[in-house]
C-alpha cells in the first residue's frame, strides 16, 4: 500500500510548486493494480463515516484549493461517492454577496463548518481571502497579509472543539490546464463549466502559484497541514485523497455507541 504522507507539508516547510510533481503516474510502478485500492479506500471512508455520525461525537473538515480546472468538483464526486448525505456535507465558496461582504470574511466560513458527527467539505474556503483576494488586489496588502495568523487562529479554535482538519491543494501544471479549458469549449456537456473569468485568472499563473505557496508556508501546522496533491491524473489524485481520508479517520477511530440494555425486552 503506497504512502502518501510524502505530499503533506510540514510546519514552516518552504514550497516551491515548480519543484514538486503534478503528474502522479511516475510515482507509482502499478498503476493498474491501485483501481482496486481506490475502490478499498472509499469503502473504508463510507464504512468510517457512517460511525462518525452515530458516534456523534467527532468531527472532519476537509479543504480543497487548486488553480482553476484543477479538479476540485471532480475529486468530491469519485471520492465520497456511496457516501451517506445525512453525514457528509459539501460548501462551494463562491464570490462573497453583498451580505457577506458586510461582515468579517471568516464569518461565511464559520457558518459552514461541521457539526459533531458528521464530514464537512469546503469546494474553496477562507484561503480565497489569501488566493483571488491577494492576486488581484480586492483589499491592501496591510488587509490580507495579517490574514494568515488569523486563519491558524481560526482553525486552532476549530481543532479544540475536536474537529480534525485536512487540507488538500490538488496541484496541475499550466499546460494541463490549457487542455482542461480547452476541453470545457469542445465537449458540451462540460461547456457550462467554461467561465470567461478563468482565462483571465490563467494570466496571472505566477501570482497564483506564489499566494498558493505562501498559503501552504504559512498555514500548513501540525493539527491542520497541506497536502500538495498531484492532480494532473485523476486516478493518482483521487487515490491520494482517498487514502488520507481514510487514514485519518481511523486514526480518528469512531465507534458506535454503546446500546442500550435490551435483556427482557418483549415486543408485543
Ligand atoms: P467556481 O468555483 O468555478 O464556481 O468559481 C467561484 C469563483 O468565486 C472563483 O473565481 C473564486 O476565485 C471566486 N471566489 C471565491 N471566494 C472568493 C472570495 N472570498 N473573494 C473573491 N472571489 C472569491
Ligand atoms: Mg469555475
Redo the contacts with the bound molecule.
Sequence with gaps: MPNFDEHRIAPGQKVDLRKLESDGKDLVSNPSQLENEFHERRTEIVELGEKLFAEGRQKLLIVFQAM?GGGKDGTIRSVFEGANPQWVEVTSFRKPSAEELSRDYLWRIHKAVPPSGKIGVFNRSHYEDVLVVRVHKLVPEGVWKPRYKQINAFEEVLTASGTTILKFFLHISKNEQKQRFEERIQIPEKRW?F?PA?LEKRKYWDDYRAAFEDMMEKCSTENSPWYVVPADQNWYRDLVVASVIADTLKKMAPKYPDPPDVSGIVIE
Design positions: 482553476d463549466k467561465d478563468d
